[in-house]
Structures are given as structure tokens and as C-alpha cells.
């Protein structure tokens, strides 16, 4: 099939190129001509030394990050001696003195002067940077909003303007703040831009920014392997840069741990964040200390020193508020809720995680407000009050099932990747062609006999990247559709299965299962969590044997299983024999042996338009399954022993 394509490809070329080559010996065709292209915007440092090489200004603006007395008084001094400045001279003595100012208040003022000048001289690289210094404020005090609209000014100014030497990190602010507003496909494709920007404007300091913001992405979509890739490649890239501070390196190290801590990987996260630690001393500023104490938190809430997790959480949140690094404080709140928990601290643990709630509604942060609404509703359970803890769960439920249907456009990322890619051997082949064009009237024949070779090679390169995509494609496929610990479906198959079903029948009737596994916690807890694990592996193995090719098996969650099975005579029985298939046979997981049991909610049938289109089954498997444990688990529960 690929030679075929190849021919044909190569045949296509050749011809084309034949007629555009007699075109050119025998008919004089006019020559290609290429759009103008704008100018690109000289960068301000550059500005400044065509006024003078040596401009005093860009010692003073150095000067400003390692002793802002000094340098403010090197500029008023300078100041009264040159009182006629040019526009990048003002520029220069506003950016030396924001520099060198002590608090927010002081940057605003001069921000202000900055926009004001921009708008008078039409300095529109000015006003780029401006709205990006208006996102930065905007995202460490937690204003996602003002922050999003200030970064797709500023990056639609630099695009229009040609602004290059900004856009780079542009699209990386860009990208963490879609990932703040939980648009991942937006938040990739702005680093992925970034990554593509730094080629034509090197920067080692952007290009390990844009990989630490990656790996955070792919932190976010618990996919860990790609997360530490891009976080060691950040930490090499950072490693090259001559004007590296131990800040920014600790807090690539910092994400390196936390993705490890996701992972349940305790003496990796251990080991980066002591590496983490070592960047740091009593003179690092509050919001790196801050960060610190956070991850340190989470670590020990992973290696279970509860006692210090708790001392650790509660010095962040005495070190922030919902105004001073919001973001930082809900989260330690949260970490505080899971220490309290953990520890059976019960009302502890519910009124830190209602803080951690009311912190993350406050910043409108979907992502992490679902998961301290999840982790409340556990809270609620084991405090007693089960009918709260299960109308939150219901709605939570509900607002992550419309989360998921907006993170399953991240599913396109490849094709999007596959056309920057176009994007980018397109510009190649245009400087190629521009070379071939200089050379047209002197050499001819030389000119044919180049151009088929390149149409053979074009033609060989596309059918080999043919091949690669389509690996690609289908490894993309097994990433997004099966769960890697279980091989059971993920959501996402779910979902596609109730929009455009390829697997379930159309014409048959299916009941949902809800099958969770009872007293999974404790045994994460005794056993630690690659025992749990092999719970969850072996239990979904033997689930899987009484799924059929029209039926559907998924891993909703933790220890959380969704079957769409079909209805059948006797559903109980089958139901049932599920049951016993988990509780006759002890797990054995090495040199342990466990007894497990689940329980199991069904719903009423249904087809698959009617469940793609209501919560109705999903709302009655619920119930029947919130039943099945209130009559003590290892049962499971039909809708008609409900009413």
C-alpha cells in the first residue's frame, strides 16, 4: 500500500515539475512572487545601543535586580544630566526603577506610565509587554479572568506586530494561564507555539520554562511519564542558562517531586525535593519558601507522617491568605484536610477541606475545586452524615462529567502537533525554494534536474511520515481509550461509546453497574499502594471474564468500576455471580493474601441514546449502590428491591 502511495506521490510531483520547468525554459514564465513580509520589531536592548553601544542605561537596568538603591541613584542622576530622552531612553529608566521597586503597588504606578507612553509614541511592542506584566500580577493574586484577557491582548498585539522577541514567552505565560483555567488544549498549544517561537529567538531560559509548564500539563492529565520527561528536559535546559537562579531550579525540582508524588513514587519525590532544598537558604523570597513548604506537606502526607504534614500545611497557611497566593493557601488547606483525615481527625479534617472549598470557589479553579468537593464528600461519609456526602458526590459527579467532555479535545493534540509540524517544514521548504529562485536565469538545466530530486525525497519523506502518524495515531489510541493499571476502558471510551457507539448495540438494552471495592482504603493503608494496585488488576481481571464484545467494562475511578452490561433473564444472578467471583477466590499478591469484596449498584435498562442523554441509570446505579453498602457491602442491590 505504501509503495503504491509512493509511486503515485512521486508521479504527481514529477509531472507538476516538468510543467513548471518547460514553463520556465521555453515560456519565460514570470517568477514567483512572494508576499511582503512586515519588518520584525528590533528588540528594545537593541534599540537602545543604536542610540549608543555602550548606553548607560542597560548597566543601570543590570544593576536594578542585584542592588536597586544603587541603581536608582546612578538614574537620577543620569536623569538631571540628560533631561531630552527618547522613547526607549523613558522606557529604559521606567523599567530600572520597576525593577528596583519594593511592592506591587510601586510596579502598578509605573506599569501605568509604561501603557501611557506605549499608546502616546505607538510603541506597540510596549503595550505587548505591558499586557503580559498585567497577567503576571493578575495570576499570583489568583484574578484568572483579568489574567486571561490581559495575555490574549498581549499575545494578539505581538502576532499583529510582528513582535517577535516577546512572543516566545508570550505563549508560555499564555500556556499557564489556560492551564490555570483548565483549557488544556489551549494551554499545549500555546507551549507547543512557545517551543516552535524559540527556534527562530533562542532563549535557554524560555525554552526550560515552556518544558516545565509542559511537564505541569501532563502532571494535570495524570499522564506521568510524559510530565517527567518534559520536567528532566526543563531541569537540563535550565542547567545551560548562564543567568540561572537556584529559585527557579528548586522549582523545577519541586515539580519534579510533586509529579513523582502523583505517581505514588515516595523515595523518587523524596530524593528531588531534598535536591529541591538544596537551592535554598534564608534569603530565598517568601513565595519560594511558600511552594516549598506545600510540596513538603504533600510529601509527607505520602510517606504518612501525618504529624508533620499537619505542622508543615499550617505554616502555608498561616504564610498566605485568599488575597496573598490564594492559590498556594487553598492547597495547603487541602493538604491540611488530608493529614486531619488520614490521622481520624474527622471535624478537622472537614473544616480544613470546607476552607480549601470555599478558597477554590473564590478562584473559580474547576480542577482542584472538584477534588477537594470529592475529598469532602469522603469527609462527610465518615463523619456520618451520608445523605450530604452523597447529593456532593452526585454533584460533583455531574460537573467532572462535564470537565472530562471538555479535556476529550485534547484528544486532537496530535493532529494539531502534526500541523505545526506542516507549519514548520513548510517554511523550510519556502527557504529552499527562495535559494533555488536566485540561481533560476544562470543554471537551468541544474535548476530541473534539483527540483526532481527533491520531488523523489519529498515524495519518499511523506510516504515514511505516513507510516510514523499512523503508529502515532494508533499508540495515541491505547493511551486514551485503556486505563494502563487495569486494561479496562477509561471514561473516555465511555463517552465515545454513548455519543457514537462502535462496541454496544444500538438496538439493545443495557443496564449500568456500579462496582466499587469495599474497604479499599484500608487496604492502601496496610499495604501499601502497589498492593493496592495488584487489587485493583486482579479484581478487574476476573470482572472482565463476564464481559461480552457488545458490553463494556471501565475504570471509573480509584476503586471505582462502571459495567454496561446488557439485560438479560436473570440480571441478579449475574449480577451475583460477579460477586462471588470477587469473594470465593483470596487475592494473592505475592507473599500476601487478601480477602476482597465489592459492591454492586444496578440500574434500571436502558438504551444507549437514552444513557448518553440522561443521568437517569447513573443516578439510580448510585443509589442502589450507596444501598448495597448501607446493608453492609459484598451485595449487590437491583432498582426494583428499591422501591
Known sequence: ????????????????????????????????????????????E????????????????????????????????????????????????????????????????????????????????????????????????????AARTAIVEGAT??????????????????????????????????????????????DDRLHALLHNNLGLLYVHLEQWQSALK?????????????????????????????????????????????????????DTGGFYRIVALKNEARLLNLEKDLDGATQKATRCINMTSAEHYPMQHGICWLELGFAHYAGGKIDAAQSATQS??????????????????????????????AAAALALLKEVRVEEKAMIMNELVALDTALEV??????????????RLSNLELLLDKQRFRLLVLWLILAFTGAGWLALRARAVSKDNRRLYDLSFVDPLTKAANRRLYQQEMTKPKRLRTDALYRLVVIDLDHFKQINDSYGHDKGDGVLAEAATRLQKFVADDELFVRWG??????????????????????NALRDAPFKLGDTTLRVTASFGVSHAMNVQQLGTSDAAFKCADQCLYQAKSNGRDQVVMPEATH
Open 157 to 202: 498585539i505581538a502576532q499583529k506586530h510582528h513582535v517577535g522577541f516577546l512572543l516566545t514567552e508570550l505563549y508560555n505565560t499564555a500556556g499557564v494561564v489556560f492551564n490555570a483555567t483548565n483549557e488544556l488544549v489551549k494551554a499545549q498549544q500555546y507551549f507547543l507555539k512557545g517551543i516552535k517561537q524559540v527556534e527562530a529567538w533562542p
Open 356 to 385: 480549601a472549598v470555599a478558597v477554590f470557589s473564590q478562584l473559580n479553579h474547576t480542577r482542584w475545586l472538584l477534588k477537594s468537593r470529592l475529598f469532602l464528600a469522603q469527609v462527610l461519609e465518615s463523619h456520618g452524615q
Open 558 to 579: 480509584g476503586e471505582e468500576f462502571l459495567m454496561v452490561a446488557k439485560e438479560r433473564d436473570d440480571f441478579q444472578a449475574f449480577s451475583q455471580n460477579m460477586v
Open 46 to 145: 537593541d534599540q537602545l545601543k543604536q542610540r549608543d553601544p555602550s548606553h548607560p542605561l542597560l548597566d543601570m537596568y543590570a544593576l536594578a535586580a542585584q542592588s536597586p538603591q544603587a541603581a536608582l541613584s546612578q538614574l537620577a542622576r543620569w536623569q538631571q544630566d540628560n533631561p531630552d530622552l527618547k522613547p526607549i531612553e523613558t522606557v529604559y529608566v521606567l523599567w530600572t526603577a520597576r525593577r528596583a521597586a519594593s511592592d506591587d503597588d510601586e510596579r502598578a504606578a509605573l506599569d501605568k506610565q509604561l501603557s501611557e507612553l506605549a499608546q502616546k509614541n505607538q510603541l506597540h511592542w510596549l503595550q505587548a509587554w505591558v499586557a503580559q506584566a498585567r497577567t503576571k500580577v493578575a495570576l499570583r493574586t489568583g484574578d484568572l479572568e
Open 418 to 431: 502534526q500541523q505545526i509540524a506542516q507549519e514548520r517544514d513548510l517554511l523550510s521548504a519556502q527557504s
Open 1 to 44: 500500500m505504501y509503495k503504491k502511495a509512493f509511486l503515485a506521490l512521486s508521479l504527481f510531483f514529477v509531472s507538476m515539475l516538468i510543467v513548471a520547468t518547460l514553463d520556465t525554459f521555453w515560456l519565460h514564465g514570470a517568477k514567483m512572487q512572494r508576499p511582503a513580509q512586515a519588518p520584525l520589531v528590533i528588540p528594545p
Open 230 to 282: 518534559y520536567l528532566s528536559e526543563a531541569e537540563t535546559l535550565y542547567g545551560r542558562y548562564a543567568g540561572a537562579t537556584p529559585e527557579y531550579m528548586s522549582m523545577i525540582l519541586l515539580n519534579q517531586s510533586f509529579a513523582h508524588n502523583r505517581a505514588g513514587q515516595v523515595s523518587q519525590s523524596r530524593e528531588k525535593f531534598e535536591q529541591a532544598l538544596s537551592y535554598l537558604d534564608e
